[in-house]
């Protein structure tokens, strides 16, 4: 209302040109309250008194502010006025509503985006801090991702070049994740952060042919060694934390089951939107013709003719041809043109040499090094000594597959290594959670520089073992095995060397009660 008296007050020291002063009568005229007598007075007395004419005015306009807000449906968005002073408010609009559709595969994601994962939400908002933070971003990442499934049921499936550029913001908004939790290392919800930059990979499922639903399986599992941390840091403290964890691998879990019901060999795109294929050159070929056929003896039973023939007795051989001596083998020599028959190996013949253990001959294939989810993938690697895995987790898995003339190196606490098919090839890592195995392997070393619980050798041919101070309580598992040695370290920082047996001695126990085994010790 001030600013209308200012308003008022600025025309009556400016009085309206000719063209202003129709346009303000109109706006007059059109009002709830017009009145042509009132107005017709207020002109009579506006040519006496100014100042009486203006409040005439604004009382006018007061009482058509009132009735409007007393309208049916005008009253709410009739804002009130606000003091000069007052600080402007912008309100965020809430999200749209998702509407069910017809399609089943848009209504079960919806289920996704307003169940476990808005639980989620809001489970991460109450915790608060980096964790509400990061959980903005993930919901951005599943919104992003229902856009493409919308757009996946509305047109035919796109090239790899265009169906990258569509899985771009759901790229972008999963490296953001990730980010973050290497941003905020020194958080106190760090395990929080790294549960979450883990298993997000799982919405990659999209582009994962031809079983998509056990990727996001894997990819939950990843994440559930961060969950697990979780749960044993704030299970006494505060039970949000238990929710939020539970909560998270529920969303996962639902994901993976939406996945398996709907798109259980790859996304499914709708087919429509797309140009048919062209026509073969020329057109397509007409058809074969139909054979024709006699229709007209189906009920006949051949199988008469069948049982005729053998009624006949004696006389059934009657059609049979005589062999003569002419065609007969071993009369004539020149008839015996068939396959060579079978030779049994003579005795002075060499024998086939059995398979060796160990890589034998590399196959012609590509070195491989890459990891792929919790497993480091080493294989095929031939003379390469500068193998190196580093920025590991600790449930991580090394498995190095027929290599040759090759070193490896560890760095950081892993679950376990594998060597299998191996040749000359040699390992050296910090500490393990579980064990490393030597599986077909043949001249293959090992060397542990903290700690290692477990170590396992089957059918390897020889097997240098060099423990470290830290491992001198390691459990040694071998079969099939031969030349296995341990190098135990000493003082003056020599090793001592010590063979594992191969050869034992089996005796029956007094009374017959079973076997007894004692290692034979090699002294040569």
Same mark, same amino acid.
């Given at each position: 209302?001030?600013?209308? =008296?200012?308003?008022?007050?600025?025309?009556? &020291?400016?009085?309206?040109?000719? #063209?202003? $002063?129709?346009?303000?009568?109109?706006?007059?005229?059109?009002?709830?309250? %017009?009145?042509?007598?009132?107005?017709?007075?207020?002109?009579?007395?506006?040519?006496?008194?100014?100042?009486?004419?203006?409040?005439?005015?604004?009382?006018?306009?007061?009482?058509?502010?009132?009735?409007?807000?007393?309208?049916?449906?005008?009253?709410?968005?009739?804002?009130?006025?606000?003091?000069?002073?007052?600080?402007?408010?912008?309100?965020?609009?809430?999200?749209?509503?998702?509407?069910?559709?017809?399609?089943?595969?848009?209504?079960?994601?919806?289920?996704?985006?307003?169940?476990?994962?808005?639980?989620?939400?809001?489970?991460?908002?109450? =915790?608060?801090?980096?964790?509400?933070?990061?959980?903005?971003?993930?919901?951005?990442?599943?919104?992003? +991702?229902?856009?493409? /499934? +919308?757009?996946?049921?509305?047109?035919?499936?796109?090239?790899?070049?265009?169906?990258?550029?569509?899985?771009?913001?759901?790229?972008?908004? =999963?490296?953001? /994740?990730?980010?973050?939790?290497?941003?905020? @290392?020194?958080?106190?919800?760090?395990?929080?952060?790294?549960?979450?930059?883990?298993?997000?990979?799982?919405?990659?499922?999209?582009?994962?042919?031809?079983?998509?639903?056990? %990727?996001?399986?894997?990819?939950?599992?990843?994440?559930?060694?961060?969950?697990?941390?979780?749960?044993?840091?704030? &299970?006494?403290?505060?039970?949000?934390?238990?929710?939020?964890?539970?909560?998270?691998?529920?969303?996962?879990?639902?994901?993976?089951? %939406?996945?398996?019901?709907?798109?259980?060999? #790859?996304?499914?795109?709708?087919?429509?939107? $797309?140009?048919?294929?062209?026509?073969?050159?020329?057109?397509?070929?007409?058809?074969?013709?139909?054979?024709?056929?006699?229709?007209?003896?189906?009920?006949?039973?051949?199988?008469?003719?069948?049982?005729?023939? /053998?009624?006949?007795?004696?006389?059934?051989?009657?059609?049979?041809?005589?062999?003569?001596?002419?065609?007969?083998?071993?009369?004539?020599?020149?008839?015996?043109? #068939?396959?060579?028959?079978?030779?049994?190996?003579?005795?002075?013949?060499?024998?086939?040499?059995?398979?060796?253990?160990?890589? $034998?001959?590399?196959?012609?294939?590509?070195?491989?090094?890459? @990891?792929?989810?919790?497993?480091?993938?080493?294989?095929?690697?031939?003379?390469?000594?500068?193998?190196?895995?580093?920025?590991?987790?600790?449930?991580?898995?090394?498995?190095?597959?027929?290599?040759?003339?090759?070193?490896?190196?560890?760095?950081?606490?892993?679950?376990?290594?594998?060597?299998?098919?191996?040749?000359?090839?040699?390992?050296?890592?910090?500490?393990?959670?579980?064990? =490393?195995?030597?599986?077909?392997?043949?001249?293959?070393?090992?060397?542990?520089?903290?700690?290692?619980?477990?170590?396992?050798?089957?059918?390897?041919?020889?097997?240098?073992?060099?423990?470290?101070?830290?491992?001198?309580?390691?459990? /040694?598992?071998?079969?099939?095995?031969?030349?296995?040695?341990?190098?135990?370290? +000493?003082?003056?920082?020599? %090793?001592?060397?010590?063979?594992?047996?191969?050869?034992?001695?089996?005796?029956?126990?007094?009374?017959?009660?079973?076997?007894?085994?004692?290692?034979?010790?090699?002294?040569?």
């Amino acid at each position: 209302m001030r600013s209308l =008296i200012k308003l008022f007050e600025k025309r009556d &020291k400016n009085p309206p040109q000719d #063209g202003e $002063g129709a346009v303000n009568d109109v706006l007059v005229r059109n009002t709830p309250d %017009y009145d042509s007598g009132n107005i017709n007075g207020n002109e009579a007395s506006s040519a006496q008194n100014p100042a009486s004419d203006l409040e005439v005015l604004i009382e006018r306009l007061e009482r058509v502010t009132s009735r409007l807000e007393r309208l049916p449906g005008l009253g709410d968005r009739v804002p009130s006025p606000l003091p000069d002073s007052s600080p402007v408010c912008v309100v965020t609009p809430p999200q749209a509503e998702l509407v069910p559709t017809d399609n089943m595969s848009i209504n079960g994601y919806q289920d996704i985006l307003q169940g476990p994962l808005r639980a989620y939400l809001e489970l991460s908002k109450k =915790i608060g801090g980096d964790v509400a933070t990061h959980a903005n971003l993930v919901n951005e990442a599943f919104q992003a +991702q229902y856009g493409y /499934i +919308q757009l996946a049921t509305s047109r035919s499936k796109p090239s790899q070049s265009e169906e990258m550029q569509l899985l771009a913001p759901t790229s972008e908004k =999963i490296s953001a /994740i990730q980010q973050f939790r290497e941003k905020n @290392r020194a958080s106190t919800f760090f395990n929080h952060l790294s549960a979450i930059s883990e298993s997000i990979p799982a919405l990659g499922w999209v582009a994962v042919s031809p079983t998509p639903a056990p %990727y996001v399986k894997e990819m939950n599992d990843a994440g559930q060694f961060y969950t697990n941390r979780v749960l044993k840091d704030w &299970k006494e403290k505060d039970k949000t934390h238990v929710d939020w964890c539970r909560n998270w691998v529920q969303l996962l879990s639902d994901l993976q089951a %939406y996945v398996k019901q709907y798109h259980t060999t #790859g996304l499914v795109w709708s087919g429509k939107g $797309g140009a048919p294929p062209p026509p073969p050159p020329g057109g397509l070929p007409p058809p074969p013709p139909l054979p024709e056929a006699d229709f007209a003896n189906l009920s006949v039973d051949d199988r008469s003719a069948l049982f005729a023939e /053998i009624n006949r007795g004696e006389a059934i051989t009657s059609n049979l041809r005589k062999v003569t001596s002419e065609m007969q083998t071993h009369k004539n020599p020149q008839l015996r043109q #068939g396959p060579a028959p079978f030779k049994a190996a003579s005795r002075g013949a060499p024998a086939k040499a059995l398979p060796t253990p160990g890589a $034998g001959t590399l196959p012609d294939k590509p070195p491989v090094f890459a @990891r792929d989810g919790k497993k480091w993938l080493i294989e095929y690697q031939k003379g390469n000594s500068n193998l190196v895995v580093e920025n590991a987790d600790m449930n991580n898995m090394v498995y190095m597959f027929r290599c040759r003339d090759s070193a490896l190196t560890v760095r950081g606490k892993v679950n376990g290594v594998i060597l299998d098919s191996c040749t000359k090839c040699a390992v050296v890592f910090d500490n393990l959670v579980s064990s =490393i195995e030597f599986v077909n392997c043949q001249s293959v070393q090992m060397q542990v520089l903290g700690k290692v619980p477990t170590v396992s050798i089957d059918k390897t041919d020889g097997c240098q073992i060099y423990l470290s101070k830290d491992s001198l309580d390691v459990e /040694i598992v071998s079969s099939k095995s031969s030349e296995m040695n341990v190098l135990v370290p +000493q003082a003056n920082g020599d %090793y001592s060397e010590y063979p594992i047996p191969e050869q034992y001695k089996t005796v029956l126990n007094k009374p017959p009660t079973g076997l007894n085994t004692t290692p034979v010790e090699n002294k040569g």
